[in-house]
């Protein structure tokens, strides 16, 4: 197990056990509450796997009524609910809690509107990422925001850690591309956001639901903006003798107005793990590798590919090869999009990390990764969208032996450190989970995180919804605004804090 505590469970909560279980049948009946040990193993961890945790009981609700019904007893009973989607968050988001119920909303699989005119798809938050986009594309269209994870991973999680993915650079992250939303808050209550139009009265709730992480609320409905599929889209695979000569080209393309449809960079052991992975092509005598895609009306794509060329050589590019078909193309992504499960071949177990930095840091952020490997004696193959900033260091390490995962841990919490000592923040699109919840005190200072809980305990005055993850520290929500140690005498001493 990683060395991150959880707030220690509510033994009173537990010793009812039966009973919820016996209330959470009434609510969803049939094989909808699963409360064997051995069925609740699949359930026990998500992608960030050091962790694991059986739950208090999974509930596996089909309709919003359902839902509300859940979240409204565990509201007035006191317990605490963890929303789960496909459980592929790498920050530990989806972590059940020993005293909680698990609440799986992967049985809310329907697409349930395709709207063209409006361009909109409304779904059920259970929908893979990829499950929209295969709706639409047949009819000419897709999703915009693609993690390398969009096979497996729900619509629902995306919102709830504002996902992003190689298209992020051009076309935005989550955030920028849904329209509406269907919310249970932890009373029961059913509210409704957004919807197909671009813009709502008010203060703009959309977009703090999105990257809430299930601490606010449990999505029962999305309603995104789908985009028509570009004319022609070709990609550049271009090579450096230097990660450094290579974050300048990334500078130079976007200070030379250039925004294309993904720029990707990997280093040499990411590379050389990819290519031996799924045979991409990519040079093997090169330090850093960019992966450039343009997308639009061929002859703007012919033109920037031009540019982007020049922009390369000046750099000191040592290949640049472009696509000329369609397979081409997906050749050269084939190995940047299998470069986790690549690096997995080189090493028994590794930490993928997930922080951001102004662009022309890169070089200084790269250097520094290498001081830290030597100091903790791990190694690092770097994947990363290049374009935003969003770092993707791969901490290589060994379960096995004693002491290696603490040192993965301190080697990536030391990542994170620099990221936001260079004007970075700590996540760019995993979220904070529980990976990330103890830097945040690194990033924001007590008066913000304060401000920050003020707005958990607006919507959950509990704070029963995904607890132990995001926030360093656990306020009760009476206390906020109130906290003062005086000599060493802690207010509220029977708050967890953890
Ligand atoms: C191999 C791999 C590659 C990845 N690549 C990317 C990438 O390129 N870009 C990227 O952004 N991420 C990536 N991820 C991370 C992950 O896939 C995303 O964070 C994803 O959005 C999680 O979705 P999920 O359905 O698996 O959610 P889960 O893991 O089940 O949950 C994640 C969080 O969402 C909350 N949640 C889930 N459903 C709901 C709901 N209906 N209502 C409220 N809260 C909810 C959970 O409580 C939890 O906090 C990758 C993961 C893996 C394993």
Same mark, same amino acid.
């Given at each position: ?363 200084? #952020? *790269?250097?520094?990764?290498? =001081? @830290? !490997?030597?100091? +903790? ?6 994947? $990363? ?87 360093? #520290? *656990?306020?009760?929500?009476? =206390? @906020? !605004?109130?906290? +003062? ?6 207010? $509220? ?6």
């Amino acid at each position: 197990m990683g060395s991150i505590a959880m707030p220690k469970p509510d033994d009173a909560v537990i010793a009812r056990r039966q009973e919820i279980v016996k209330a959470l049948r009434a609510i969803v009946p049939g094989e909808g509450v699963i409360d064997a040990e051995e069925e609740m193993r699949v359930y026990e961890t998500d992608a960030l796997t050091a962790y694991r945790q059986l739950p208090l009981v999974v509930v596996l609700p089909d309709t919003v009524e359902q839902v509300a019904a859940v979240l409204r007893y565990c509201h007035e009973n006191e317990v605490k609910v963890v929303p789960r989607g496909a459980g592929t968050s790498l920050s530990g988001g989806a972590l059940p809690a020993a005293d909680g119920v698990l609440l799986s909303m992967m049985k809310f699989n329907r697409v349930l509107e395709i709207d063209y005119p409006n361009r909109a798809v409304v779904v059920q938050p259970g929908v893979t990422n990829l499950g929209i986009t295969r709706a639409v594309e047949g009819d000419g269209f897709y999703y915009a925001p693609d993690p390398s994870s969009q096979i497996a991973c729900s619509i629902g999680g995306n919102i709830a850690e504002n996902s992003g993915g190689v298209h992020s650079l051009k076309y935005g992250l989550t955030t920028n591309n849904v329209l509406g939303l269907e919310m249970v808050l932890m009373t029961g209550e059913v509210i409704r956001i957004g919807g197909k139009h671009l813009d709502s009265e008010g203060y703009d709730f959309l977009a703090l639901m999105t990257g809430s992480e299930g601490l606010l609320g449990v999505v029962t409905e999305v309603t995104v903006r789908i985009l028509q599929k570009p004319e022609t889209a070709r990609a550049a695979l271009i090579g450096f003798p230097s990660s450094e000569e290579c974050g300048q080209c990334v500078a130079d393309i976007i200070g030379a107005g250039i925004i294309p449809g993904g720029m990707e960079m990997m280093d040499k052991p990411a590379i050389h793990a990819a290519e031996d992975f799924v045979h991409a092509g990519y040079p093997r005598d090169v330090e850093a590798l960019l992966i450039v895609e343009l997308d639009g009306p061929e002859a703007e794509v012919d033109f920037l590919l031009s540019r982007i060329e020049e922009i390369a050589r000046a750099n000191k590019a040592s290949t640049i090869r472009v696509s000329h078909s369609e397979e081409e193309r997906m050749t050269y992504w084939a190995g940047r999009k299998a470069a986790f499960p690549a690096v997995g071949r080189i090493s028994p177990d590794y930490l993928c990390m997930d922080g951001t930095i102004p662009r022309k840091a890169l070089p200084r #952020v *790269l250097a520094g990764m290498r =001081e @830290l !490997g030597q100091k +903790h004696g791990l190694r690092v193959a770097n994947v $990363f969208h290049a374009g935003d900033g969003n770092l993707h260091p791969l901490i290589l390490y060994d379960a096995n032996n004693p002491g290696e995962l603490a040192a993965a841990e301190a080697f990536g919490a030391d990542i994170l450190l620099l990221c936001v000592e260079v004007g970075g923040v700590l996540t760019g699109e995993h979220g904070v989970g529980i990976e990330k919840r103890d830097l945040m005190g690194a990033m924001f200072t007590e008066d913000d995180l304060k401000q920050q809980q003020r707005v958990k305990c607006a919507f959950d005055e509990k704070q029963l919804l995904n607890p132990g993850k995001v926030f360093p #520290v *656990l306020h009760r929500c009476a =206390e @906020l !605004g109130r906290m +003062h140690v005086s000599k060493g005498k802690l207010p $509220f001493p029977d708050i967890p804090r953890f």
